[in-house]
T-cell receptor
């Protein structure tokens, strides 16, 4: 398995501001993913963070709102831009080593006020 | 898109009881994954299933890959308080093996 560290673990932000979440993996991984988990809900994939190229976004998510960086094989960031209260969620980073088994960071609990 | 429906949505059980939950899909999956999420944490992989009919155990947990490949089951025997959490099934999206679809989740609460 991979050990994934995410920070911050939680934050309270003012609407209209942006927050960048960092994800560090303890080994080189090809694929890293960002998920959103709204209160009481399941996980929804935001995008695949590709090293050396632009992220691939899922339907309903756009780069202007959720810009992603992937500068190397162990690190990625997700920015939640121009936040509104509807962005209050848990944001999770994951990576996959074998087949489809995904491993997750502890998540970032974001509250927008 | 693909959807994974889990039942029950939530359950309250007494310590020591056995637990059963399932995950169903309208489409075939080639892999089934079961995760547990503790409050304030990310999901942790419990069991991975790769073959129809496969039965795999991890301690008190047992999961099965349904023979139709459209469902999977998770059983927990002799539940303890630390089993509290949300259990998610997940499977790879059709045509994109690396992307996962997550189930709706089963919230388990254990009373002493």
């Amino acid at each position: 398995s991979a050990v994934i560290s995410q920070k911050p673990s939680r934050d309270i932000c003012q609407r209209g501001t942006s927050l960048t979440i960092q994800c560090q993996v303890d080994s080189q991984v090809t694929m890293m993913f960002w998920y959103r988990q709204q209160p009481g809900q399941s996980l929804t994939l935001i995008a695949t963070a590709n090293q050396g190229s632009e992220a691939t976004y899922e339907s309903g998510f756009v780069i202007d709102k959720f810009p992603i960086s992937r500068p190397n094989l162990t690190f990625s960031t997700l920015t939640v831009s121009n936040m509104s209260p509807e962005d209050s969620s848990i944001y999770l980073c994951s990576s996959q080593l074998l087949n489809t088994e995904a491993f997750f960071g502890q998540g970032t609990r974001l509250t927008v006020v | 898109g693909q959807q994974l429906n889990q039942s029950p949505q939530s359950m309250f059980i007494q310590e020591g009881e056995d637990v059963s939950m399932n995950c169903t899909s309208s489409s075939i999956f080639n892999t089934w994954l079961w995760y547990k999420q503790d409050p304030g944490e990310g999901p942790v992989l419990l069991i991975a299933l790769y073959k129809a009919g496969e039965l795999t155990s991890n301690g008190r947990l047992t999961a099965q890959f349904g023979t139709t490949r459209k469902d999977s089951f998770l059983n927990i025997s002799a539940s303890i308080p630390s089993d509290v959490g949300i259990y998610f099934c997940a499977g790879p999206n059709t045509g994109t093996a690396s992307k996962l679809t997550f189930g709706t989740g089963t919230r388990l609460q254990v009373t002493l």
